[in-house]
């Protein structure tokens, strides 16, 4: 079992930076994926980013690629979302989440462990 906390969300201007971190409390599998996902109210929970922690390959919403940068830390098991040129449409409860298959996949029903959620709004 894992547990995941993100941390890192708030309020900035548009335009504006925030890095989310998210947190393990331990390895427990031989290769896995850790990645971003973001809800708005009234929306499905989409697919943000995320890397593989074996292979350190990445992947990108269209919507955010070119903006945010996923990043981990491995001594500390530790996955970051740095998010930049922060748009109100990026305004969403950010999940970071585990999936224990081989390759990334964008489906949030793969992902097997789950984040409380960290909120950002963006907004003037």
């Known amino acids: 079992q894992v547990q995941l906390v993100e941390s890192g969300g708030g309020l900035v201007q548009p335009g504006g930076s925030l890095r989310l971190s998210c947190a393990a409390s331990?390895?427990?599998?031989?290769?896995?994926?850790m990645g971003w996902f973001r809800q708005a109210p009234g929306k499905e929970r989409e697919f943000v980013s995320a890397i593989s922690w074996t292979y350190g390959r990445t992947l990108y919403a269209d919507s955010v690629k070119g903006r945010f940068t996923i990043s981990r830390d491995n001594a500390k098991n530790t996955v970051y979302l740095q998010m930049n040129s922060l748009k109100p449409e990026d305004t969403a409860v950010y999940y970071c989440?585990?999936?224990?298959?081989?390759?990334?996949?964008?489906?949030?029903?793969?992902?097997?462990?789950w984040g409380q959620g960290t909120q950002v709004t963006v907004s003037s």
């Open positions: 331990r390895r427990t599998f031989s290769s896995y994926v």
């Open positions: 989440a585990v999936d224990q298959s081989l390759g990334i996949r964008t489906a949030p029903l793969g992902y097997d462990y």
